[in-house]
């Protein structure tokens, strides 16, 4: 299951909405996906041997998922973008009740905890207010904080917000709740990413540099918040579980302002330009991923189980 996993999280990492963490959570991968990660870095040799042998199975799917929806998407992000939006938010509104199911022991009767849904709206609502407001003053003047990266010419700045939005996209990533593109899309880097990536790709390695830059700061925020994450789920699980979903009801927002990141922007999603259709198929979508995880656990059984430690 492992590069199943890693492809199906793929396709979700590249497309604001549910993220690859929600993916693993739901097919069944996710607690030993984040011990693997922790035992990488601090674990015992045998440890780390097998938490190798299952990340390489895992990247290995994701890197043929990614290609995959690289190649698909860019194009369907620009010329289809009122049923994109759609299908992402499909994504995430299916996908709330199952993670609440599932999670039912932490939400139920902890209602106090509404607080850190509220916080985590507001955080992402508040990004990506500020994202359009700073794109909007800065088409007339160059500078400010969220002035368009070239990612075939970066500057010092640019550099550096490049690198700090790769460290909490890939954060995001493997968190079960706001997928780490829907950062992307609130940063205004989802585009020019997956364009360099496409353009990459297909030979173009003007921007290999901004690409590598992207993935150290990807590795370095994996590394140093897989741990602060498995204390927070397992210390704090409530309050964390409140919070993302409270991202992903705030990145419902940050997909409806997606149409204006265009390079040639256009109005935001409204109900004119909201798709029921590819809505639903979003949902359709999600609901066939619980049933692939009900499917393989039944054939797997219980001798499948994680190798995680009670810490």
Request: contains cysteine; neutral net charge.
């Amino acid at each position: 299951m492992g590069a199943l996993g890693g492809f199906l999280m793929a396709l979700a990492d590249s497309v604001p909405g549910v993220s690859g963490g929600t993916i693993a959570f739901i097919v069944g991968i996710y607690d030993r996906l984040l011990w693997s990660l922790d035992r990488l870095v601090s674990g015992t040799a045998s440890e780390r041997r097998h938490a190798i042998a299952f990340l390489v199975r895992v990247g290995a799917g994701w890197v043929m998922g990614f290609g995959l929806a690289v190649a698909v998407l860019t194009g369907l992000f620009e010329s289809r973008i009122y049923a994109v939006s759609s299908v992402f938010m499909g994504f995430i509104v299916f996908s709330v009740p199952l993670i609440v199911r599932d999670e039912h022991a932490y939400v139920r009767g902890r209602y106090v905890n509404l607080l850190w849904s509220l916080l985590g709206i507001a955080l992402v609502v508040g990004i990506t207010v500020a994202n359009a407001g700073g794109a909007a003053g800065s088409a007339g003047a160059e500078g400010g904080a969220f002035q368009a990266v070239d990612m075939a010419a970066l500057d010092v700045t640019g550099a550096a917000y490049l690198f700090i939005a790769a460290m909490i996209a890939v954060s995001a990533m493997i968190l079960p709740g706001i997928s780490g593109s829907t950062f992307l899309l609130i940063f205004g880097l989802y585009l020019p990413v997956m364009d360099a990536v496409k353009a990459l790709m297909g030979g173009d390695f003007s921007v290999a540099g901004a690409l590598a830059l992207f993935a150290v700061g990807a590795v370095v925020g994996l590394l140093t918040v897989v741990k602060l994450v498995k204390l927070a789920l397992s210390d704090y699980r409530s309050q964390t579980v409140y919070c993302l979903l409270g991202f992903m009801v705030g990145s419902l927002f940050a997909i409806a302002l997606g149409p204006t990141t265009l390079d040639v922007p256009l109005p935001p999603l409204s109900f004119d330009t909201f798709s029921l259709p590819c809505f639903l198929l979003g949902g359709v979508i999600i609901g066939a991923l619980e049933v692939l995880k009900r499917v393989v656990a039944r054939r797997l059984g219980p001798a499948s189980g994680v190798e995680v430690d009670a810490g």
